[in-house]
């Protein structure tokens, strides 16, 4: 009983949540019409331009981080627009989904899950829209299922000569990986609480662009609940259109304040060496990383090939080894298993996950050297160490 109490989660969302945040959803309740709330709601949304690297406001919806692929769409395109779908893994083919689901006219390029976007091949096909039809490409900065992550920068490039909005769901990167919103001329930025923001589920968070805004006062698509003229309207008296997540926002105020301490580039330095820590040790149980190219491997989540029933890993790492991994999505569910470790999570905790992992792993009767993936782990996490 003990052990299951002291379970770790090591899932790429919802993450763990500090104490910090915890505690401060215990406040009590106020006015979410009065001063109180909006000086709260103010400096959670100034906090937030600092982690978008945005001039620009930063919208707070409450609802999963999803909710902002509609919102992206709803309020900056019009009926029927073409819509280029960049897909590397179940999160771009769900985004896909809700852009036909809505109308447009959604093309889908799709890569091998595994590999990056090429941004050579976004161009090309740019290129051949010579009467601009396009009006947006919608891309994933960190695709959580298969634990790739896109360069975005080039993509940008390939976009801005074309014309079209670039929209970016960074669900899972925003805080945890380097994403320049205003420097790289994205378009629509989007991501939820639950992830490198360390708090629990329940806020969609994005951003628009001076150029985003300027469409969405062209947009006939009907929307309501993410409306972002309501919203930008009720934002410059720091309130919201409709009854705010007030507890949640809270621990919102909370996280960012941890990750001020730490600053955003500690906590891109922070992934950066758990990414490094943990694909050292699945490559040292003799594993194989789902990521085709590590260049383009994830720092914030950890896909790995696995030699067994996935399922079977995960149930025997949870119940006997107390550690909590993530199954695949999709057409993967029955080749892969994730190790999330983005947000409230430190080097210690990837060096547990590793060890449980192989433990698991020998029980369930693969070859494995108990104590090898750690030992590669704690290699690099010395080296980082030595400088």
């Known amino acids: 009983m003990m052990r299951m109490e002291k379970s770790l989660l090591m899932i790429p969302g919802p993450t763990p949540i500090p104490p910090q945040v915890a505690a401060a959803m215990t406040q009590p ?7 109180a709330f909006s000086a709260l709601f103010a400096e959670v949304s100034t906090k937030l331009q600092k ?11 409450p609802g999963a981080g999803s909710g902002g692929w509609e919102a992206a769409l709803v309020n900056t395109l019009n009926p029927g627009d073409a819509v280029l779908s960049v897909s590397i893994g179940d999160f771009g083919e769900r985004w ?28 090309e096909r740019l290129a051949q829209d010579r009467e601009r039809r396009i009006k947006a490409v919608l891309i994933q900065h960190n695709e959580t299922s298969t634990g790739v992550t896109n360069d975005v920068r080039a993509i940008a490039r390939a976009v801005r000569e074309h014309g079209a909005l670039l929209m970016v769901d960074s669900v899972s990167g925003l805080g945890a990986l380097p994403l320049e919103m205003d420097e790289w001329g994205l378009d629509v930025v ?6 490198a923001l360390m708090c629990p589920p329940g806020l969609s968070i994005i951003a628009f662009s001076e150029r985003a805004r300027a469409a969405a006062e062209k947009s006939a698509m009907p929307k309501f609940y993410w409306d972002l003229k ?28 941890l990750l001020e301490t730490e600053t955003l580039e500690g906590s891109w330095a922070r992934h950066r060496l758990m990414g490094e820590m943990c694909r050292a ?3 040292a149980m003799g594993l194989r990383l789902l990521a085709v190219d590590e260049r383009t491997a994830s720092n914030s989540v950890t896909a790995v090939v696995a030699p067994v029933d996935p399922k079977r890993l995960r149930k025997v790492a949870r119940e006997q080894f107390g550690v909590e991994l993530a199954g695949g999505q999709g057409d ?16 210690g905790d990837v060096l547990q996950a590793l060890a449980a992992t192989e433990m698991a792993l020998a029980q ?3 070859d494995v050297q108990i104590g090898r993936a750690v030992a590669a782990a704690q290699e690099v996490w010395m080296n980082h160490v030595r400088g």
């Open 230 to 257: 309501a919203a930008h309207s009720s934002l410059q008296k720091w309130q919201t259109p409709y009854t705010p997540a007030i507890s949640l926002l809270h621990a919102l105020k909370a996280a960012l304040e």
């Open 190 to 195: 989007l991501t939820g609480a639950q992830k």
């Open 332 to 347: 993967l569910a029955d080749q892969i298993f994730r190790i999330g470790h983005l947000g409230y999570v430190v080097p």
């Open 364 to 366: 369930l009767g693969v």
């Open 281 to 283: 040790g699945v490559k």
């Open 29 to 35: 309740m106020l006015n979410h019409r009065g001063e």
């Open 96 to 123: 896909h989904k809700v852009a036909v689901q809505l109308g447009f006219a959604v093309e889908r390029l799709r890569f091998e899950p595994g590999r990056a976007a090429d941004p050579e091949r976004i161009a």
């Open 51 to 61: 982690v978008f690297r945005t001039a620009q406001p930063v919208y707070i919806f």
